[in-house]
Structures are given as structure tokens and as C-alpha cells.
């Protein structure tokens, strides 16, 4: 649920986490209906461009580089040789910008359901879409989990699964088929690395979809927790999961190099996101 108060200050409010947040608001800039969403555009006094999504706040040219940074970085960086990417959801192409930096990458389908998401940041966020026209790049507008169901076998090395929360479109996304199809169509040794929300305020989500990546055949799995403003409690989190071997750390002389165009990731951030803080210890540990 959103308002915009008379003194144009949009609030979030999150009913199911008893919490919400606001941003002081200049002008509204835009708004479209889609077939699956409603999609406002906003600018903002101190954030930015801000885009909403059926409600709630998803991208602002302030923050934007904590969530897409680790969704991208962390999983890259612990596979090996990743050549061949897919980013399921990912329409605001912050997601692509972030992977395309990686060299060893040489190609990268992005399949975002709703093609509005991806006009509205072409106009309002076109740093996010620098990368768009890349000759690795190939953005498609389709249904992503039935692009993972008909993948080949032991075709991609990482899929990134950078989608909204788990209702509507994105609900989907968060189930032991739609595991099992990323399982099926990552070589040995690939990498699945999919937004879990916030491990503060969502914790059974969290937990519910490390089981089911276990028990669909992950050998092991991640969890990192990162700073993100403008979602709920401002603390988020990436789950990865791996297939058929453990994780054995990530290519820290690669992270550092790295670091030169990131604003946030490096190694030491990768290390320190490894380092799970307790009560979510407890809360995976516990069954």
C-alpha cells in the first residue's frame, strides 16, 4: 500500500511488516498500467528518480547500486570461469550493467516479463541501461520461468534471479519446480543466485527457500546480507545456491580488480557478508 501525503511525501506502507518508509517527493514524472503491474515514476528531493511498483518502492537513482552490485557480484565471483549468464526478471537492466563487467562473460540473456519496466528506466534511469546495446547482451520480454523450463541441460553457469517479491509476477519464482528447472539447466559446479528479502523482517520466506533449494538437489548454499534503504527494515539479503560441489571462497584478485567500478562491492565486502550474523545462524540451523 502507497500514499502520497499533501505535503508530497510517499510512504510505503507495509502492512505485513507493521512498518514503512518514506521519500519526500518533487513531482510525479510518470505512471503506466501494464498487463502484470502498475509502474509510477517519481523524482525525488534527496534520492533521485524513484520507481514504484504496484506500490512499492523498487529503484532509486541514489541506492540502486547496493542491491544490484550483490545480486550480480557475489555469484560471479565464486564461480570459476562464468561464461554463460541468465537474469531472470532484472527490467530496470541494472542487473546486466553489473554482469557485463565481468570478462570471462560471453553472453547474458536477461527475460523480464513486462516490457514496461525496462521503457521506464531507458527513460529515467539510462545509466542502469548503459550496457543494454553490449553484443553479449540479449534482452528478451517473456515469461522467465518457462525460459528456465526449456533450458538445456547443463547449459548456463550462473542464473541471476532478480525479481520482485513473492506475489503477483513474481510469485512464481520462489518454488521447488522453478528450482528444480535453474537445477536442470546449470553445468556441475553452477551458481543460482536469486533476492531473498529482508532477513530481519522475513525470515520463514528466507528459510522456506533455502529448504527447497536443498531439496531439490542444491549441494550448498549463501546467504548475504547487505544494506538496502529503501526496502523494508533497510537490511536485504541474496541467497546462493550451488550445484554439485560446495563453495570454496571466490576470486578475491578478480573482486579487487572489480572494485574500480563498483560503488560498494569489493572482496572485503564479500567477506563480510560471508560472516552470518547469529539469530540467522539459529534460523537456518533450526528445523
Known sequence: MANLDQNNWFTEISDRDGSAFSLRITKKLDEQ?????KVEMYETTDFGNLMIIDGC?????????????????PALLAHPNPKNVVIIGGGDCGTLREVLKHPSVENVTQIDIDEVVTQMSLKYF???????????????????IKYMREAAPESIDV??????DPVGPGEGLFNHAFYTSCLTALRPGGILIQQSESP????????????????????????????QPIYPSGLWSVTLARKSEAFAGFREDDANKLAQST?????GIH????????????????K
Do not use: W
Open 33 to 37: 498500467q501494464s498487463p502484470f503491474q
Open 57 to 73: 518502492t523498487m529503484v532509486s537513482s541514489r541506492e540502486n547500486f547496493f542491491y544490484h552490485e550483490m545480486i550480480s557480484h
Open 126 to 144: 539510462p545509466e542502469l541501461c548503459e550496457s543494454n546495446q553490449d553484443p553479449r547482451a540479449t534482452v528478451m520480454f517473456d515469461d522467465g
Open 159 to 164: 542464473v541471476i534471479v532478480d525479481g520482485t
Open 200 to 227: 530481519l523482517m522475513h525470515m520463514p520466506l528466507l528459510v522456506e527457500m533455502r529448504d527447497a533449494m536443498t531439496e531439490v538437489g542444491f549441494v550448498d548454499l549463501q546467504t548475504l546480507p547487505f544494506p
Open 263 to 267: 560503488e560498494y562491492y569489493n572482496a
Open 271 to 286: 567477506h563480510g557478508a560471508l560472516a552470518t550474523p547469529n539469530y540467522m545462524k539459529r534460523a537456518f540451523e533450526k
